[in-house]
C-alpha cells in the first residue's frame, strides 16, 4: 500500500512511525521481502560524512562606526570575499591563508567560529559619503555575528569513483594519497548509508527538503554544482547511479564541530569535512528496494588518478562491500582500499536522525519543487593553450 508524506508525518507526531536506519533496512532485507519492509517501515534513515571542498559560509559583521564598505577581507590571515554589500562575505572552506598556505584555511576559520574562538577580522575598503572609513580591524565571534550560514554549493555527492595510481610516483590529490603501481585504492561514498544512493531518482528529495546539516536542521537550496543524472545499466543486470549532488543550506550558530571539521589533504589543499543526512519517507515498494540495497549491491568504477587527467583510464567496477573489506583485486592481484568518508560518523548521524525523527523532533518535508534534471558533465572551453 503506498502512502503519503502527510500520513507519515501523522504517525511522526503520534510517536508510532517505524524508523530505521538504511544499515538495519539492508539487513531486514535478507530475511523478509520488500513488500513487508514497505508495509512496516516508516522512515529510513541515511547519511555521510566526509571531505565536501565546495562549502562555505556567508558572514554579517555589522556596521562599526564610522561604517565601512569592505571590499578586501582577511579571517584569521584567510581571504573573504568582498563586492557583498557593505558588511557581508563569504568565506569559502578550501581558500588558504595568506601566510601560512593550505596548513589553515577557510574551513579551519569556520572550525574556529564553531568553537568560539575568536577570528581577527581585516578589512579594507573605499571611501564614499556614506562610507567613510577606510579600513578595520576586529575580533568576531560567532556570538557576535548577526547572521553566520553555511551555503554550501556541492555536497552530498551520490556516488564518487575510486582512485588507483598507475604511475611510479606517490599522487596527492583530493582523494588523499594514491600510492604508485596500483598500491592502493581510495574512495569516499558511505554506500547503502548515501542518502542519494537510496533515493537515485530523488523521488522524495527536492527543493525545500529538510535535512541534518552539520549537527542542525538544514535545507535542500537547489541542485549541486556538477550534478548529473548519471545512471548505468550494466549485462549482469546491475545498475549504477552516480554524479548528483545537493546545494544545502543552514544555520551555522546551530552546527556543531562533532560534524564540520576542517582539514589539509598533504601536498594538496585544505578541505572540510561535513556529515549530513536525509530522513527517506518509504513511499511504496518500488522505494523500498531502492532503501533496502545493500553494499552489495551499490558499486562504483575504478579510475586512474596517476595521470592528472580529467578523462581517466576506468579499470573495472566494483561494489562497496569489496571495497569495505579492505581490499578489492585489480590487475589481477589484492590491492589494499581505505575510505576518505568515515562510516562509523554516517552510522553516528543515521541513528542520530532517527532518534529525533521517533521522538517528532524532525519531521520531514516534501519538496516544494523537484530538483532540475542534468543528462550532461559540460567540460571547460578553453581558449589559447593547454598550459599547466
Same mark, same amino acid.
Request: proline share 4%; no cysteine; net charge negative.
Given at each position: 500500500m503506498a502512502k503519503t508524506f502527510e500520513q507519515i508525518n501523522e504517525k511522526i507526531k503520534k510517536g508510532t512511525a517505524v524508523v530505521l536506519t538504511a544499515d538495519e533496512v539492508a539487513r531486514l532485507a535478507k530475511t523478509k521481502s520488500i513488500e513487508a519492509l514497505a508495509e512496516e517501515v516508516d522512515v529510513v534513515t541515511t547519511a555521510t560524512f566526509g571531505p565536501m571542498c565546495s562549502s562555505g559560509a556567508f558572514l554579517n559583521f555589522g556596521h562599526s562606526d564610522p561604517p565601512i564598505k569592505m571590499a578586501q577581507l582577511e579571517l584569521n590571515g584567510v581571504p573573504a570575499s568582498g563586492g557583498l554589500a557593505a558588511v557581508d562575505t563569504y568565506i569559502g572552506a578550501t581558500e588558504p591563508s595568506l601566510d601560512r598556505g593550505i596548513q589553515y584555511g577557510g574551513a579551519h576559520v569556520i572550525e574556529d567560529l564553531l568553537r568560539g574562538n575568536p577570528v581577527t577580522l581585516k578589512a579594507r575598503g573605499f571611501t564614499t559619503d556614506c562610507y567613510p572609513r577606510k579600513e578595520v580591524t576586529a575580533k568576531v565571534t560567532l556570538e557576535t555575528l548577526n547572521q553566520a550560514y553555511m551555503f554550501n554549493p556541492r555536497n552530498a555527492y551520490q556516488n564518487y569513483s575510486a582512485a588507483t595510481n598507475s604511475t611510479d610516483k606517490k599522487k596527492f590529490t583530493y582523494m588523499g594519497c594514491v600510492l604508485p603501481n596500483f598500491g592502493n585504492v581510495m574512495y569516499s561514498t558511505s554506500g547503502q548509508l548515501s542518502p542519494l544512493l537510496k533515493d537515485p531518482q530523488l523521488r522524495t528529495i527536492g527543493i525545500g527538503t529538510r535535512v541534518f546539516f552539520g549537527g542542525a536542521i538544514g535545507y535542500v537550496a537547489w541542485q549541486g554544482t556538477q550534478a548529473v543524472n548519471?545512471?548505468?545499466?550494466?549485462?549482469? !543486470?546491475?545498475?549504477?547511479?552516480?554524479? $548528483?549532488?545537493?546545494?544545502?543550506?543552514?544555520? @551555522?550558530?546551530?552546527? &556543531?564541530? /562533532?560534524?564540520?571539521?576542517?582539514?589539509?589533504?598533504?601536498?594538496?589543499?585544505?578541505?572540510?569535512?561535513?556529515?549530513?543526512?536525509?530522513?527517506?519517507?518509504?513511499?511504496?515498494?518500488?522505494?523500498?528496494?531502492?532503501?533496502?540495497?545493500?553494499?552489495?549491491?551499490?558499486?562504483?568504477?575504478?579510475?586512474?588518478?596517476?595521470? !592528472?587527467?580529467?578523462?581517466?583510464?576506468? $579499470?573495472?567496477?566494483?561494489?562497496?562491500?569489496? @571495497?569495505?573489506?579492505? &581490499?578489492? /583485486?585489480?590487475?589481477?592481484k589484492m590491492v589494499k582500499t581505505a575510505s576518505l568518508s568515515s562510516i562509523s560518523k554516517a552510522r553516528t548521524i543515521a541513528e542520530r536522525i532517527k532518534t529525533m525523527v521517533k521522538s517528532g523532533e524532525f519531521s520531514l518535508t516534501q519538496p516544494v519543487a523537484p530538483l532540475p534534471k542534468t543528462e550532461k558533465f559540460k567540460t571547460m572551453t578553453m581558449i589559447g593553450g593547454e598550459g599547466i
Open positions: 548519471g545512471y548505468e545499466k550494466f549485462d549482469d !543486470g546491475a545498475e549504477m547511479y552516480s554524479g $548528483y549532488t545537493l546545494a544545502l543550506i543552514g544555520d @551555522l550558530k546551530q552546527m &556543531s564541530p /562533532e560534524f564540520i571539521r576542517a582539514a589539509v589533504m598533504e601536498a594538496y589543499g585544505t578541505t572540510i569535512f561535513i556529515g549530513m543526512g536525509i530522513p527517506i519517507p518509504v513511499l511504496d515498494a518500488e522505494l523500498m528496494a531502492q532503501l533496502a540495497k545493500s553494499d552489495e549491491e551499490l558499486y562504483t568504477h575504478i579510475y586512474d588518478y596517476g595521470l !592528472g587527467l580529467l578523462k581517466k583510464p576506468t $579499470y573495472r567496477r566494483v561494489s562497496y562491500a569489496e @571495497l569495505r573489506s579492505g &581490499s578489492v /583485486e585489480l590487475n589481477g
